[in-house]
């Protein structure tokens, strides 16, 4: 929502912007559920992420007032509370590669 008024003097505006996400846990081997398995445990997630900005702004003849105020909402419900976090590795990479040391100028 955005209003001027007061010949472009006055302006309000607000904003809402929500989004929520749901699943029903487990792990897949499924590229396009990868998400699932990196978030650290194997129960149920239910997330709801909301945000509320609103603001108001006026022109004086030499100074502007502009007012603003926002609020955040995050509830998340997991499932299990005890997480397991799995162990991902790439296959091909280690915390040190001899090789790629070699091939760096230096």
């Known amino acids: ?3 001027s ?7 309000l505006y607000g904003r809402w912007i929500a989004e929520s996400e749901r699943d029903q846990g487990g792990i897949s081997s499924a590229k ?3 998400g699932r398995a990196i978030r650290g445990y194997l129960g149920p997630y239910t997330g709801f992420f909301g945000n509320f900005n609103a603001g108001h702004i006026h022109v004086f003849d030499r100074a502007v007032n502009d007012a603003r105020f926002s609020v955040q909402d995050i509830r998340v419900d ?4 005890n997480p397991v976090v799995p162990q991902i590795s790439i296959i091909g990479m280690s915390a040190r590669s001899e090789t790629f040391l070699k091939m760096v100028p230096g």
Request: proline share 0%; net charge negative.
């Open 78 to 81: 997991a499932g299990i509370n």
């Open 5 to 11: 008024f007061h010949d472009g003097k006055d302006k």
């Open 32 to 34: 396009a559920t990868l």
């Open 1 to 3: 929502m955005d209003h």
